[in-house]
């Protein structure tokens, strides 16, 4: 038996496949349009609303409360350096945070015996100084269920 030219198209797919395929594609642009205009209409108010509860679900009590007092204290240290400085350590202290290990205790608690008496306060200090350089760069930063930013 042979197929008729009109039984398919020039690809080899049925004229019923091609129905249900355009169906499903017209059915995902309209839920892409729908998406689209959702953020289009979302403010950056809105947006920095959902970012900071996104990041406090992330992190403990205990060091949300922490840096909410540790971070605003460096950003009042740091307001006269000069930008150029800011830099400079911000480099220093993401060196520090991406590869020291008491950086991991302040995080995870199990890991609070593997490092020596002082390095989690020096790690977290680090992270809260870091924060503060970060709150100097336009649109701040986000972290922990906070923005810090400060105003040029």
Aim: charged share 30%; net charge neutral.
């Amino acid at each position: 038996m042979t197929r008729t030219p009109t039984q398919r198209d020039l690809f080899g797919i049925k004229a019923e496949d091609q129905a249900i395929t355009d169906r499903t594609r017209v059915r995902f642009e309209k839920m892409r349009a729908a998406r689209e205009a959702k953020w289009a209409a979302t403010t950056d108010e809105q947006l920095l609303r959902m970012r900071i509860e996104a990041s406090a679900k992330d992190t403990d009590a205990t060091t949300m409360m922490c840096l909410g007092l540790a971070v605003p204290m460096w950003i009042d240290r740091m307001r006269y350096w000069r930008p150029a400085h800011r830099e400079q350590v911000a480099h220093e202290l993401g060196e520090r945070v991406a590869y020291d290990q008491s950086i991991a205790a302040v995080v995870d608690p199990d890991a609070r015996g593997t490092v020596k008496k002082g390095e989690i306060g020096s790690a977290f200090n680090a992270i809260a100084q870091g924060l503060a350089c970060l709150a100097f760069c336009p649109g701040g930063v986000v972290f922990a269920g906070y923005h810090w930013e400060v105003e040029a």
